[in-house]
């Protein structure tokens, strides 16, 4: 069987997942697996959890490695060509193509969003960045720099947000908010004091702190004021990472697609109607739309355009 299909993976910090795509980017297979950010669970561990989730969609394709390619890999902590190299180099321990593609999974989801094409992605998931290219295809990003020095916008950052309002409603500092009880029941709380050893003692996961954004969604559907007031700045200042990638590639003033992604802005109305509503006051020429296709199928494109380029006989053939 000729080589003619392309491995694509959005590799994240609490999940990884891979398809299988044909050269039109129909999807033919998809796995998942854990989380894939080798700066976490280290270069050995991210490697496996990529195979394992790209074994899982060949497996549901009916295919093998060797109908592969090319592959492209979109993956949280690949920010310098040193992660490139290192991360490369764990999966050629694996009989991969030779033809890969290793970046950022906001340039993954980038591609995906808008089909290859200029504009910018917002992705507000467990984390937050902003990623866009221009006609001259430059690129630029904004936040991305995780959940302690950033990542404002996020499923994290809503579900920290939550926890220091309550804990403000409790102090009698801020406003009284439904969030008090909802984090008290969720977290199955005898006191609120015991907060301190789940958070500091105990160290609760990151993941388990952005799950709360949920309840404070929640809340925010009842009409919660605190709540609400979380969930419409998120969306805000997930629109100052756009503008300001639109500044830096000098979108400002022409037309320009924004694409909105992550389950914060594609699952939560409070937070993509401040986002879009932000984003219509400040770039009006703006358009927002929902992804074309995910970050893993952006990835299988990329390395569909790698695998053009070092195969230009094949490019009528090719989506």
Known sequence: MAKSYFLGVDGGATKTRCVVCDKTLQVHGSGLAEGSNHHIIGLTNAAANIMS???AALQEAGLALSDVAAAGFGMAGIDAPLDRELLEGALRAYELPE???L???GIAALSGATGGEPGVVAIAGTGAIAVGMNDAGETARAGGWGYI???EGSAYDIGRRGMIAALWAYDGRGPQTALLD????TLHLQTIRDLIELIYEKGMPHHEIAAFAQIVARAGREGDAVARRILREAGEVVAVSVLAVMERLQMKGKPVTVAAAGSVLLNDALVREAFVAALQRHAPTAHVIVPRYDAAVGAALLAIRAWQKQNP??????T
Do not use: H, K, S
């Not at 006989?313 to 090719?318: N, W």
């Open 182 to 185: 909802r984090l008290m029941e």
């Open 103 to 105: 970046t950022n999974d």
């Open 313 to 318: 006989g094949e490019l009528g053939r090719i």
């Open 53 to 55: 989730a790209a074994t």
């Open 149 to 151: 020095l950033g990542d």
């Open 99 to 101: 033809c890969l593609v």
